[in-house]
């Protein structure tokens, strides 16, 4: 029987002997919590006069506490899913999927779900055809995802069992992508128990928690789940010594009636309908919308400039509708061309609200990869926060990445201009899309300050403020992603090997231990340097997880 929240808050702790991240208090060595709160931040001569009164001291040796991260951008079953099915990451030929998926299907899984491949690292370069799977899966339904989820392989019993090939996005060979996509997608997640689901959504929060990560942000749509999967896990979270969720989801609407409708089925803590409500695709699988052709695509073909879901006066109505309701709108958008279109829907709804309404109900939008300097500006003019996912740029960036296959290296080396954005006065949040990157939050840190470019790359220390406090921030929380008195005691605790940065980067180098700096520690993130390990994580004084 799992322990309810309140049978899990810890009394009196005091923490000692290392150093606790706090801008109010920088030479900090020291913090004392009473339940959800932290009351005291202070050094560790003056630590003394709590430990006796204390139900627990926690000693640091020399360890680091800092506010727990905030993942801005996951699915949380969907984690679940790739976390206990067929792992794809390593996969390194179309063979080698194919045994994997024979494996599978001898264990009696139907369908057999994987996730994870990506193509351009085999020697064949190209996925596993439905014939190959049919084969391989003696008949069973199988559903395949590449990496960035944004399309997938199926097997013939699959796509005949969901009626596939009638779908927008279906190819013969068994790939599938936009409609076919979403329908394999959202048939294969609907047919999870309830229990399963849970199962599944309990197993990825655990592993949020193990990374520190304290808050998830859940993007929910109706074409990755059904609405009850978002309802439970709203439930398990609240119940259960779990990372807050804060639940999105990406329903279009039309009017404040048909927003009044969605909402009702929701949970009660909704925030907005936003997040995965897709205006384009992704760059690997050919579907975001671009305003010039793939590089690697015929220019000739129809989709040589990918696909954009909405339209102008869609995202407009939509956005309307969430202003005047009080909810956050916002949408998944990754290519230039998609961009333009839910810029234009963003400044008519600006027309009809007025520039100040929208900008207070701070709209957000996803990802934001390929933005000029431009848009930036309009970015900025709206108000809008760009929930953004530098491991992106660490796993597929630079000059001969993913990207500089996909759209040529000038076009590759634009995207995610995190710097831009931050010095535009745009709010950032960080996150990973998992399961399309992992929970690892100082792995956004080291990527954002280490981006192939260098003139797109944060300092570490708002690279790490964009991770814990920005996303408290784009979810409409002013309060969260702090330590000082008053406080919720959300925190994680590390050890770690060095908290000097030494690397020839003047943006780095605020980061001192010296106490006069005014600038608290952490971590050294560059290159090479190993990562903190997660001691433990608290919620509201609750732990969620223990190492």
Same mark, same amino acid.
């Given at each position: 029987?799992?322990a309810?929240r ?9 923490? +000692? %002997?290392?150093?606790v991240?706090?801008?109010? $208090?920088?030479a900090?060595?020291?913090?004392l ?9 202070g ?8 430990a ?17 991260f905030?993942?801005?951008?996951a ?17 390194r030929?179309?063979?080698d999927?194919?045994?994997? &998926? ?24 190209? @996925? ?18 590449r ?24 190819? &013969?060979?068994?790939r599938?992508?936009?409609?076919? $996509? ?5 048939l ?13 959504? +309990? ?14 942000h ?7 789940? @059904?609405t ?7 439930e398990l979270?609240?119940?259960? @010594?779990l990372?807050?969720?804060?639940p999105?989801?990406?329903?279009l =609407? ?8 969605? =909402?009702a ?9 936003? %997040? ?15 305003r ?12 040589? +400039? ?11 109505d ?12 916002g949408? $998944? ?7 333009? &279109? ?20 701070r709209?957000?939008?996803?990802h934001?990869?390929?933005v ?15 929930s953004?996912?530098p491991?992106?740029?660490?796993a597929w %960036?630079?000059?001969d990445?993913m990207?500089?296959? +996909? ?17 535009a ?9 998992? @399961? ?14 280490f ?8 300092s ?5 403020t964009?991770?814990?406090r920005?996303g408290?921030?784009?979810?409409? $929380? ?46 050294? =993130?560059?290159p ?10 608290? =919620? ?8």
């Open positions: 029987m799992q309810g309140d049978d899990v808050r810890s009394g009196t702790t005091l923490y +000692r %002997g290392g150093a991240y706090s801008p109010a $208090h920088p900090a060595q020291a913090m919590t009473v339940g959800a709160e932290v009351v005291w931040v050094s560790d001569e003056a630590a003394g006069a709590y006796d009164a204390a139900d627990e001291v926690v000693e640091l040796d020399g360890g680091l506490v800092t506010p727990a905030v993942d801005a951008h699915h949380v079953t969907e984690t679940g899913l790739a976390l206990t099915g067929v792992d794809l990451t390593q996969a030929s179309v063979t999927v194919l045994d994997r &998926v024979a494996q599978a299907a001898q264990r009696a899984q139907d369908p057999v779900l994987g996730h994870g491949w990506d193509e351009r690292h085999w020697p064949e370069q190209r @996925p596993p055809t439905r014939s190959e799977l049919d084969r391989a899966g003696s008949g069973v339904a199988v559903y395949l995802a990496v960035d989820v944004h399309s997938a392989v199926v097997s013939t019993a699959l796509a005949e069992r969901f009626g596939l090939p009638d779908k927008a996005g279906w190819s &013969v060979d068994g599938v992508e936009r409609d076919a $996509h979403h329908a394999a997608r959202r294969t997640r609907e047919t999870l128990s309830a229990s399963r689901r849970q199962e599944l959504q +309990r197993r990825a929060l655990h592993a949020a928690a193990a990374a520190g990560i304290g808050t998830v859940e993007m929910s749509a109706p074409h990755i789940a @059904p009850d999967d978002l309802v439970g896990l709203a979270a609240a119940s259960d @010594p990372p807050t969720v804060v999105y989801r990406g329903t =609407v039309t009017d404040a009636a048909e927003l009044e409708r969605v =909402v089925e929701l949970p009660r803590g909704l925030v907005g309908l936003a %997040g995965d409500l897709c205006a384009d695709g992704s760059v690997g699988s050919h579907t975001c919308g671009l010039s052709p793939y590089a690697d695509l015929d220019s000739a073909g129809p989709s040589a +400039r990918g696909h954009v879901y909405l339209t102008a006066q869609q995202v407009g939509h956005l309307v509708a969430c202003t005047r309701a009080g909810l956050q709108g949408m $998944h958008v990754i290519g230039d061309g998609a961009l333009d &279109v839910v810029l234009a829907g963003l400044e008519s709804a600006a027309d009809v609200v007025g520039l100040s309404a929208l900008r207070r109900a709209h957000r939008l996803e934001v990869e390929l000029d300097s431009e848009a930036v500006a309009r970015l900025a003019q709206l108000g809008l926060t760009a953004v996912q491991a992106f740029d660490a %960036g630079g000059s990445g990207y500089a296959e +996909r759209l040529g290296v000038e076009r590759a080396l634009a995207m995610n201009p995190l710097a831009s954005l931050a010095r006065g745009v709010p950032l949040a960080l996150g990973s899309d998992s @399961p399309v990157t992992p929970f690892d939050p100082w792995g956004w840190v080291r990527a954002a300050a981006h192939h470019n260098p003139e797109h790359r944060l570490a220390r708002a690279a790490f964009s991770a814990t920005g408290h921030r784009a979810a409409g $929380h002013d309060t969260g992603g702090v330590l000082a008195p008053g406080a919720p005691a959300t925190l994680a605790v590390w050890d770690v090997t060095e908290l000097v940065v030494q690397v020839p980067d003047d943006r780095l180098s605020a980061w001192s231990t010296d106490p006069r700096s005014g600038t608290p520690v952490l971590p050294d =993130v560059s090479g340097a190993p990562r903190p390990t997660c001691r433990r994580t608290l =919620v509201d004084g609750i732990a969620v997880f223990q190492s």
